[in-house]
């Protein structure tokens, strides 16, 4: 549990002792059980919204994928690739999964020679692995590889094929 969340947990805890304490006509033990109730509720709430955050970043980084595209010619990252890593930034900077190492893999297409490949797609893992470490990702929980152009996701030879191979795909360690 975060700092932040235990702050609250702790002033829900003391304002709830507080109206107990001010109510007067209840007994001591009464007093001690209706705080219990309280804290047990105020935990449960907490809790339940961390589990309803976990499980709505979930499914964002379903729905945005776990590949970044780029222009040709091109290691900067898009508002739409920035969306898709801020997601997967949220997962990775939680405390819970601070063992977890992501390999940012660097791919191109076919055009330009093999060493130029290589040198731009360590280039957009990079510049991926940089938009993770803003978000607040560790450095020691990223990889980066480039793969050039051998690792097509298509294998066509005209652009269609080509925007799909211009991308840093995240892999997450097992």
């Avoid at 002033?11 to 109206?19: C, G, H, K, R």
């Avoid at 994928?65 to 969306?83: C, I, K, N």
């Avoid at 130029?116 to 957009?124: H, I, K, M, P, Q």
Wanted: net charge negative; charged share 20%; proline share 1%.
């Amino acid at each position: 549990m975060s700092i932040v969340k235990m702050g609250k947990v702790l002033f829900i805890l003391a304002s709830a002792v507080f109206l107990f304490a001010c109510a007067g006509s209840n007994t001591t033990d009464e007093k001690a059980a209706e705080s219990t109730e309280a804290t047990t509720e105020a935990v449960e709430q907490v809790e339940s919204a961390e589990a309803a955050a976990k499980r709505l970043n979930k499914e964002a980084r379903d729905a945005a994928g776990t590949t970044v595209y780029f222009e040709l010619d091109e290691d900067v990252v898009s508002s739409q690739g920035r969306a898709t890593l801020e997601a997967h930034a949220w997962f990775l900077s939680h405390a819970d999964n601070s063992s977890i190492v992501v390999t940012v893999n660097g791919h191109c297409d076919e055009r330009g020679t093999p060493a130029y490949n290589l040198a731009l797609g360590e280039r957009r893992a990079k510049a991926v692995a940089q938009i993770l470490m803003s978000f607040g990702v560790s450095s020691s929980q990223i990889q980066t590889v480039s793969h050039g152009e051998e690792q097509p996701a298509s294998v066509g030879h005209d652009e269609s094929s080509w925007s799909q191979n211009r991308r840093a795909a995240l892999d997450y360690a097992e």
